[in-house]
Structure formats: structure tokens, C-alpha cells
């Protein structure tokens, strides 16, 4: 049975459910252009791919894997986009973005069936691939990439937060270690960590790069007339993100 999970009422399912809306902007935040491929060969959602079954590449055995640490980490980054400041609705879309992307990189290759997104998203030409012979525990190689990630996305979170990150990743990492051939961990985190530096570098480019720091431009001149924005109040601030349809 692939689907791991039912949505049903409470709390925790309802969070769930905002993790998988807030990936499902990935395609108009990255302008997804799918490639003319078989039917066979498309890549899923990545709304469905964050939570999915995942599978150890051939010859490394089929062990499956459950939801929990990308359910983790998504929970404490819409937790970190609420206390870190300049995180606006346009800039948090962007870190689930990419967060989402750096999370399915990670573990596609243990996945049958999935193909990578290079290729298919604009600019992403290139990604680096793990090594076919070996073997690799997902889970831990979707860990340390989060981690990593969050800790880029979210530079500017205090203290707390930065520890919060620690803290989860420390707690995953002392599970596996205990469980995981010791060689296959190390390999594995060095993989997590190698996808979400090439993630990041490519998320550098698309204009909207340390956007919490520019929320509201100086030069901005809004057009006017009728029908057309106005500083609204209480606040009557500027526009927000005003060039972000240029990314």
C-alpha cells in the first residue's frame, strides 16, 4: 500500500494538510514547465512525494520508509515562518518551495518509478546523482538535507530557532546512528547535505534570494488609477514584494 496516510479531523492531520497545500505553490512559485514524457515517466506532485513511500535503490533491498521526518521538518518550518522576521507570505511560499524540492531530490533515487526534477524546473539543468553500488538510508540522508536547508532558508531566525533545528536533527540522527550501519549513515548524510548545497545554489538565482531582507522597496512607484492598488489601512505601508513577479 503506498499512501502512508489518511487526513482525518484533529489537529495534527489538519497541519499536515497545510504542509501538503504550501508544497502544491511549488508549481506556480517555480513556473514548473513538465516535459513531453510518457505517462509512466512523469514526476508526481510534490505534495504527494514529501509524504510518500520511499524505496531503496536495486540491489540494496526494499525496506520502505514512513512519513515522520519530512512531516518533522515541515511542521517546524511553518512554525519558524511565523517567528522569523521578514518571512512574508511570499517569501515563506518560497522557503516551502524549495524545501520540498530538496526533500524529493534526496530521496528520489530510492524511489521506483520517480525522476528528478533537472530538467523540468526553469534553470535546473543539473543535480548531482548518489553513488548507484551503494547503499543508503533515506531517512538519514532526508534529515541532514533539511536540516541544512532550513538552516540556509532561515539565516536570520533567533537563537531558539536555530536551536529548535539543531535539536530536531539531533534526535533523528541519534535514532539512526543506533540502527544504521555506520558506513551506509555516513554516506547517506553526506548525500543529504551534498543535494541541499546544489538545492540552495540554484535557489540563489531566481531573484528572490534573501527576499525577507527587501520586503518593501524604496524605489517602488505604484501605478494609479482606478481599480489599482493603494496603501490600505491601519498601516498604510508600502507594497509588499512589489518586483516578486520578476523572479
Known sequence: MNRLFVIKSGTKNIGLARV???LALLGCLLNMQAAPVAAAQHAPSLSAVAVSRTTAPEGA????????????????????????????????????????????????????????????????????RPHGWADYHWPSAAN?????????????????????????????????????????YRRSVAWGLTMADAIYTWSMTDGG????????SDTYAAPVGTGLWVPTPPGYSAALQPYWVEN
Open 61 to 128: 533491498g526494499k525496506a520502505g520508509y514512513d512519513s515522520e521526518v519530512a512531516i518533522a521538518w515541515f511542521e517546524l518550518s511553518l512554525e519558524l515562518v511565523t517567528e522569523t522576521p521578514g518571512f512574508t507570505p511570499p517569501v515563506a511560499s518560497r522557503a516551502f518551495g524549495y524545501l520540498g524540492v530538496t526533500l524529493y531530490e534526496t530521496v528520489q533515487p530510492g524511489m521506483d518509478g520517480y525522476r528528478s526534477l533537472a530538467g523540468q524546473l526553469n534553470k535546473l539543468y543539473w543535480l548531482p
Open 20 to 22: 501538503l497545500l504550501l
Open 144 to 184: 541532514a538535507a533539511l536540516a541544512s536547508m532550513m538552516r540556509m532558508l532561515f539565516a536570520t531566525t533567533n537563537d531558539e530557532n536555530q536551536q529548535a533545528i539543531d535539536a530536531l536533527e539531533q534526535r533523528f540522527a541519534e535514532r539512526y546512528q543506533a540502527n544504521v550501519e555506520a558506513t551506509t
Open 209 to 216: 534570494h534573501e527576499g525577507y531582507l527587501r520586503n518593501f
